[in-house]
Nanobody, 117 residues
């Protein structure tokens, strides 16, 4: 079955860090685009980081996220990671990964991140 499987997340105090994982199952990221989205409570989901199609390792970040968040890839286990540092309560919400297999747009199931003291 072709899918994206997310893990990680949870509750963290302000200033803390978390790492989210997004494993491609049944396909490889290869040269597909790969994106991370954040959906804050009651808000629209929006793009925070992406790697463009073509397989480049270069990642583009939304203003306010670069420097705190880092996207990386492990080709050996076909997993993308979102390392999140210096977290604030505004980072609370559900995080989604997104990629494509052939013509199918794929989404992870979402991971809840709660930043609270």
């Amino acid at each position: 079955q072709v899918q994206l499987v997310q893990s990680g997340g949870g509750l963290v105090q302000p200033g803390g860090s978390l790492r989210l994982s997004c494993e491609a199952s049944g396909f490889t990221f290869g040269d597909q685009y790969m994106r991370w989205y954040h959906q804050a409570p009651g808000k629209t989901r929006y793009l925070i980081a992406f790697r463009a199609i073509g397989g480049s390792k270069n990642v583009t970040y939304r203003v306010g996220y670069g420097g705190r968040f880092t996207v990386s890839f492990n080709d050996a286990d076909n997993t993308a990671y979102l390392q999140m540092n210096s977290l604030t309560p505004d980072d609370t919400g559900v995080y989604y990964c997104n990629s494509r297999f052939r013509s199918e747009d794929l989404w992870g199931q979402g991971t809840q991140v709660t930043v609270s003291s």
